[in-house]
């Protein structure tokens, strides 16, 4: 999976959002399930249920063995509070036949678009983003500039 690409879509009045084909049949299971998950303020992330599971189960199992050991006793805090945002980040979700997708509730306060208004759907290599176009535009005048250099560091 190698996902790129840029393409803009209408949230309809439902809170439904149609994604390219290609990018559905990529992110979903035959039966039409994936993840939907809060990734900053303006941005949902959806990724195969497989790939988001081994990668929750691998950080969650890493933070038991750390209780176990005792190693959290000091950190209790940091601990709920990662427990409280894990809660809420996530959610498995399901396309349409027509690869739409319904954007749960909590997620569109997230991605703070309203119904009838554009997002911009990105390939981020390894998942999908859905971002608020805003938001979008903030974070490439952000980013951007550094393209270069984090090309070159991440392939060299």
């Known amino acids: ?21 290609d990018f559905a049949q990529t992110v979903s299971t035959d039966t039409g399930e994936l993840v939907i998950a809060k990734e900053q303020a303006g941005c949902l992330s959806l990724w195969p249920v497989k790939e988001w599971q081994k990668r929750l189960e691998s950080g969650v199992s890493l933070l038991r063995q750390k209780i176990d050991a005792g190693r959290m006793e000091q950190r209790w805090g940091d601990v709920q509070r990662l427990g409280r945002l894990l809660s809420t ?8 036949r027509r690869s739409r997708l319904l954007i749960p509730e909590g997620f569109r306060q997230f991605l703070g678009v309203n119904a009838g208004e554009d997002v911009v759907i990105v390939g981020a290599v390894i998942c999908i983003e859905v971002w608020n176009p805003v938001t979008w535009m903030d974070v490439l005048r952000d980013e951007m500039p550094g393209f270069g250099d984090l090309f070159k560091n991440l392939t060299e």
């Open 1 to 21: 999976m190698f996902l790129t690409g840029e393409i803009k879509r209408t949230i309809d009045e439902r809170f439904r959002l149609t994604l390219p084909q």
């Open 89 to 96: 980040r996530h959610q498995e979700v399901c396309l349409s």
